[in-house]
């Protein structure tokens, strides 16, 4: 099973674009697929979207068109592309493995704010 860990989070100001990574560790890495999700103070964690071994991506509707996943399997690297970026995208963003049926452990977590 691989270790991820998020990193990249800020402040950003609205209509602000920012890339968050997540890093991972173990020789299975390009095998995974991965995940985005978030959470926002006081509500539940939500999915973002996915990428797939193959390259293959996936999005949750409501960030189609703004959000884009990426991955560079030589860096063992997974990229979230986040632009035209709203207060409501103020939340923990995190990264998950899904491999043979399986998900990975939850990481720490990256804090992004968006404000003015």
């Known amino acids: 099973q691989v270790q991820l860990v998020e990193s990249g989070g800020g402040l950003v100001q609205p209509g602000g674009s920012l890339r968050l990574s997540c890093a991972a560790s173990g020789s299975t890495f390009s095998l995974n697929a991965i995940n985005w999700y978030r959470q926002a103070p006081g509500k539940q964690r939500e999915f973002v979207g996915t990428?797939?071994?193959?390259?293959?991506?996936n999005y949750a509707d409501s960030l189609k068109g703004r959000f884009t996943i990426s991955r560079d399997n030589a860096k063992n690297t997974v990229y979230l592309e986040m632009n035209s970026l709203k207060s409501e995208d103020t939340a923990v963003y995190y990264c998950r493995s899904f491999y043979r049926g399986a998900f990975g452990s939850w990481g720490q977590g990256t804090q992004v704010t968006v404000s003015s």
């Open positions: 990428i797939f071994s193959g390259g293959l991506t």
